[in-house]
């Protein structure tokens, strides 16, 4: 055995970086579609369908270039059926269970306006084919942060039962967003190559954006500087993503020959 | 009483093909049963989310997964403007959900039969669709206008459904052994409630021939049936997949295909309540509306307290 660790070349982490977007978007995509004739209103359904099926699109796409990049014959249901949880990079924060509905939204508001800013520059990305589906995908990201964060408004200024729950939700939620802005030699290498984003540049835009909507909502914007949770871009987990796994990869890897397209 | 010369003028308008809109007079009986037939399907598209709901995230690829969502979007979407077209006919959507959720309004009854394999999703998409279709097709040409545009915009949606439906079972059933013999057991449970869709015979149908005449149906049940049964014979025999009745037989003097008897004690049981997923999907159903209530009632204040500050600004 070896602890010698070998130089990331840019393809493996181009690899890397597609496959932590991906994850993210597919797990989100998976939690917000159990919301599935289950909303609070027909509107709702409506508008949790559609983002579940832009977020799961935004992962397929991803993965497919992700495929493309790796050049090893496989195809996008690769990444999302034939890999185990440890494989899986997504933010602890997208694979936590969906909740009430506030923690749907609450949640929701958190990620997409992370996505938002992370979009805005990757949209500039030195890779016609990767810049193209970033800013495709933009437009529906913009779109999912104006829903969850006038959500945010109407739930943290409407009653007092939901401004207690949203609050609780949001209080729950604060620990998994310190990895938001997670970076390593992945990150780093694409910051070189102009394929990535850095970050940190963007950090105070999120938190203002954050606050100042949490304010609106009459809400409290809890402690920036508590515990903050970590380790899922190297593939840590809580327990709720082999459940998830299991369930979304059963049938495919069941009958792994059959033509499921 | 309603006047006979208003009712007399009424029916020349039907006959005569034109529209009636919503600011039109029309006879009670009419506006209540277009209340009660829309609501119907307007509660059907939003219960029939949930069957198809159960596979979305064990859907076996990205693909499937994708077209799967995008059909229950569409479905939310033909329920919110079925409602809206309900409500042209003076009636709240929050009565109407009350009359189904906790009242005696009724919705389609396949969809208390489970899905227990992913076939059954394909099945539902080519099967029930597809008879959905030839119900809606002639619903586009209904007399009541609203309806008859809302009919127009869903048969747009159902047809891709039916498409990528027969589309998967056709490659499940040339696929292997474990998918055919999973696309073959759907067919067989999903036929016959299938054609269950069109309802009871004409002799047991107490509504057709007054829908027929005010032109809100364009044909009965059994027309409707058989039309459908003659399409599906052929889809079946292309994709190589077995229709369950023995008696289904070409009549060479009518040009149509007989079929054997439909099961309907099995039907009239489900429309009592006693289909293996009628109290699941109405508990489900209530669950989302009861937890939903803080969500509405937030929404609402928030609503209220936001015109009275513009209110007070102006």
Redesign the interface.
Known sequence: MTTETKELTKKEAFLVYLLRLADDR?ILG?RM??W???????????AM??M??DL??H??AL?EYAAEIEDEGHD??HF??FRDDRDFTNLQLCELPKG???FTIARQFLFSAFSYFQYERLKDAKDEQFAGMINKHLKEIKYHLRHAREWV???G???E??HS?IQESFDELWMYTGELFYMDEVDKLMIKEGLGVDSSQFKNEWKKLVEDTLTEATLTVPDWDQFMMSGSRKGIHTEHLGH?LA??Q???RS?P????? | MENQEKLDEFQARIDAGEKIEPKDWMPERYRQQLIRMMSQHAHSEIVGMLPEGNWIERAPSLKRKLVLLAKVQDEAGHGLYLYSATETLGIDRDELVDQYLYGNAKYSSIFNYPTMTYADICAIGWLVDGAAIVNQTMLARSSYGPYSRANVRICKEESFHKKQGYEMIAKMASGTPEQQKMAQDAVNRWWWPSLMMFGPHDSDSPNSAELIKWQVKLKTNDELRQHYVDRMVMEAEAIGLEIPDPDLKYNEETGHWDFGDIPWDEFWDVVKGNGIMNRERMKARRAAHENGEWVREAANAYARKKKLQQEKAS
Do not use: V
């Not at chain 1, 020959?257 to 397209?261: G, H, Q, R, T």
């Open positions: 597919l998976q579609s159990e599935c004739g289950h909303g609070p209103q027909l509107e709702e359904d409506l369908a559609n579940a099926l799961i699109g992962a397929t993965y996008e249901d999302a059926y009430d509905f506030g408004i109407r739930l200024d409407g009653t039962e939901s729950r998830m369930q979304m059963f049938l495919r009958y020959d059959a033509e499921w397209k």
